[in-house]
Each structure stands twice: as structure tokens, then as C-alpha cells.
């Protein structure tokens, strides 16, 4: 079974600090993605990566950055943490070649007070 | 801009009942198509993926595609309360690496 581990199911943040969310997979996948997900806007993908070192911003990257050293591990950091950044996070990863699904981890609720 | 429609519901049938999602899509370059399920408060999870023209079963779920319409759908037969969640497309186009989300349909399967 894909197994892609968020480190925090819930976390609490203060505005301007900076915030780290950790995805891991242990599927060997390629390829690895951020989202957020808001109520009545769905799924929008924040960056995405498909191999270690690189990166692809996504539909809304504005005030976030991504980190990802290792291929297993896909980091997403807010530099000034804003309110208007309290969202649930979604990590996902997949293989690269069509036809392949993505696998999501668990999600992170971030609040940002 | 590649985009995938759904109806955002909510969608309701009676237990028992056959529930039918549907989704279409713009690019006409998509090959791989695939249907979530997301209950409230978790992560999407996969449930069935459909890859070319006709219908896939699998269990109570079958998808059917029609890349000719540009339309996918997934019927829920003998629904239970228990698939009650929302139901979200996705689209794969060609070389992509990134699938494009619908904005998902809630249905509810009432008891």
C-alpha cells in the first residue's frame, strides 16, 4: 500500500511566523505535490515536484516555497505565515509515465491566528 | 486553461439506488481519467481509474468514458449511506504530471 505521511494533522500558527509542512511517501514516486484545499474552491495546486532538487510552481505559489532533497521528502514552507493562509494542506505523490494516479497523505488543518 | 466541470450537488438518492456522477472535460488530449472520494474532514482517496472508451467495473462502482463527448462518469449502484462524501474528478492530459481537479460533487445517500 502507498503510504505518503503528512508530519502534522493539525497545527497552529501565528502571523509572520515561518511555517514548515513535511510530506513523506515511501513508494519511491517521482513525482510529489502540494495543495490546499478551501471550502468552495476545491483543490489548487500550490508546486509540485518530479524529481529531487526540482521544482514547478503551480496555480497559486504566491507566498509559499518548496524544498526537496531527498526523493522521498517534499517540504512546504510559508515564509510570513497570513490568515489568509489558514487552509487544509494536502500532500500527494504519484509515478511519473501517464496513468498514474496520485496518492494523498492524511492533510494538514492549518490555522494561522 | 484545461479545466474539468462537475456538478457541485449536492446530489441525493435513497438507499438502494443507483447515484450517477458526472464530468467533462476540455482537453481533448486527456488519457487518464480518475474518480476520488473524500469524506468530510479527510484526504482524498482514489477509487477507480478509466483509460479508455467504454465502462469499467469494479464492484458497486463502474466509470464509464466517452473521450469522443469528452465526458466520464461513475455510477454508485446499491448506494449506501456509507458512500455518502464528495465525489472528485480528475483529468490527466498527455505529458503532464500534474492531474487537473473538478471542483467535486457531494452526494448524500439517504437511509
Known amino acids: 500500500d502507498v503510504k505518503v505521511t503528512q508530519s502534522s494533522r493539525y497545527l497552529v500558527k501565528r502571523t509572520g511566523e515561518k511555517v514548515f509542512l513535511e510530506c513523506v511517501q515511501d513508494m519511491d514516486h517521482e513525482n510529489m505535490f502540494w495543495y490546499r484545499q478551501d471550502p468552495g474552491l476545491g483543490l489548487r495546486l500550490i508546486y509540485f515536484s518530479y524529481d529531487v532538487k526540482m521544482k514547478e510552481k503551480g496555480d497559486i505559489p504566491e507566498g509559499y516555497s518548496v524544498s526537496r532533497e531527498k526523493k522521498e521528502r517534499f517540504s512546504l514552507i510559508l515564509e510570513s505565515a497570513s490568515t489568509n493562509q489558514t487552509s487544509m494542506y494536502l500532500c500527494?505523490?504519484?509515478?511519473?509515465?501517464?496513468?498514474?494516479?496520485?496518492?494523498f497523505g492524511d492533510g494538514t488543518r492549518l490555522s494561522i491566528l | 486553461q484545461k479545466e474539468v466541470e462537475q456538478n457541485s450537488g449536492p446530489l441525493s438518492v435513497p438507499e438502494g439506488a443507483i447515484a450517477s456522477l458526472n464530468c467533462t472535460y476540455s482537453?481533448?488530449?486527456?488519457?487518464?481519467f480518475f474518480w476520488y472520494r473524500q469524506y468530510s474532514g479527510k484526504s482524498p482517496e482514489l477509487i477507480m481509474s478509466?483509460?479508455?472508451?467504454g465502462d469499467k467495473e469494479d464492484g458497486r462502482f463502474t466509470a464509464q468514458l466517452n473521450k469522443a463527448s469528452q465526458y466520464v462518469s461513475l455510477l454508485i449502484r446499491d448506494s449506501q449511506p456509507s458512500d455518502s462524501a464528495t465525489y472528485l474528478c480528475a483529468v490527466k492530459s498527455g505529458s503532464a504530471r500534474q492531474l487537473t481537479f473538478g471542483s467535486g460533487t457531494q452526494l448524500t445517500v439517504l437511509p
Open positions: 478509466i483509460y479508455s472508451n
Open positions: 500527494a505523490s504519484s509515478f511519473s509515465g501517464s496513468g498514474q494516479p496520485q496518492h
Open positions: 482537453d481533448r488530449v486527456s488519457q487518464s
